[in-house]
């Protein structure tokens, strides 16, 4: 689809028949995102289903994903560039055997792009076939600020510089999408490139949607129970309140076990693949779980 043909509700649908439902809220970031091509800068807790975004878009459009999952400590040679040295050390020995050390021909060879790398933003600013990839930078606030001020370069221009070779840079920019956990601020200048967009948890009608879409074998008052009491636990005093991706790998635990409707005993089995911290799980003992559970039903009830 031509960047030139989107609107928010084409884009709000194609997201829908990769089954990534959103509102349209989010469905007006992407579009302009896309229709601008400009970056989006997704925040929000983890489990919210800010990745989901980048690989639904990827699947919608028929582009290529590329990641760079960032840590602490990421550099050029991982996130760009490198050279193959051994490949390298190779052709130096070769051409030693040969008695052919002519030293600039020699330099020259090593320093071409036979010998180069390609790392995930590099790849990125390529052309690709099926047209312009998606590039996502995942958790780019784990990061420090010596990469945010490289990555203004490469969002500002859509090219990187490779002393041995020069500049390289893209004919048609990436789809490119940020996203942070916010375990950090990220600085403005890097945010004033994107659009920005908080992810937040769904409502009640939203989640239970994604539910229905992601686990169709769940009865419709099963996965409304699901729902509810994922919300009320959402609102316990955790370390780490359990996203989108925790309610759905649940559902399907659920399932796994042919429970049909919530009980403590059930709840306190499966805690695990809702609350990924030993201090939140031990919090929500059995006669937690009892009133919890109790307060999604009566929640239940003034939905109904």
Not at 112 to 136: D, K, Q, T, W
Not at 201 to 226: C, G, H, N, T, Y
Not at 260 to 271: D, H, K, Q, R
């Amino acid at each position: 689809m031509n960047r030139n043909t989107y609107t928010i509700e084409t884009v709000q649908s194609m997201l829908r028949e990769v089954d990534y439902l959103c509102d349209r809220s989010l469905a007006t970031t992407v579009f302009l995102a896309l229709k601008l091509n400009r970056p989006l800068f997704l925040e929000g807790e983890a489990g919210v289903g800010k990745t989901e975004i980048a690989l639904a878009i990827s699947r919608a459009l028929g582009r290529k994903l590329i990641r760079l999952q960032c840590y602490e400590g990421l550099d050029t040679g991982s996130a760009v560039y490198e050279w193959n040295f051994p490949a390298q050390m190779v052709a130096i020995r070769t051409a030693e055997a040969a008695g052919n050390l002519e030293r600039k021909g020699l330099q020259a060879e090593l320093f071409s792009e036979e010998y180069l790398i390609s790392r995930p933003i590099l790849e990125a600013l390529r052309n690709h076939e099926e047209g312009p990839p998606v590039l996502l930078i995942d958790e780019i606030d784990r990061t420090d600020e010596p990469f945010e001020a490289f990555l203004l370069e490469v969002l500002s221009e859509f090219q990187v510089t490779i002393p041995e070779l020069g500049t390289i840079k893209s004919n048609e920019p990436p789809i490119v999408i940020l996203t942070s956990n916010r375990t950090r601020e990220i600085h403005d200048a890097l945010k004033r490139r994107c659009f920005y967009y908080w992810v937040d948890f769904p409502d009640f009608a939203r989640e239970l949607e994604i539910i229905q879409v992601k686990v169709p074998e769940a009865s419709e008052a099963f996965s409304k129970e699901i729902v509810s009491f994922v919300h009320s636990l959402r609102s316990e005093e955790l370390f780490k309140k359990p996203g989108v991706a925790e309610s759905i790998d649940w559902a399907k635990c659920l399932l796994a076990l042919d429970t049909i409707a919530l009980s403590p005993e059930v709840i306190s089995n499966t805690l695990g693949a809702l609350l990924k911290y030993q201090d939140d799980i031990a919090k929500i003992d059995s006669s937690e779980s009892q009133r919890i559970l109790e307060q999604a039903r009566s929640n239940l009830k003034e939905i109904a």
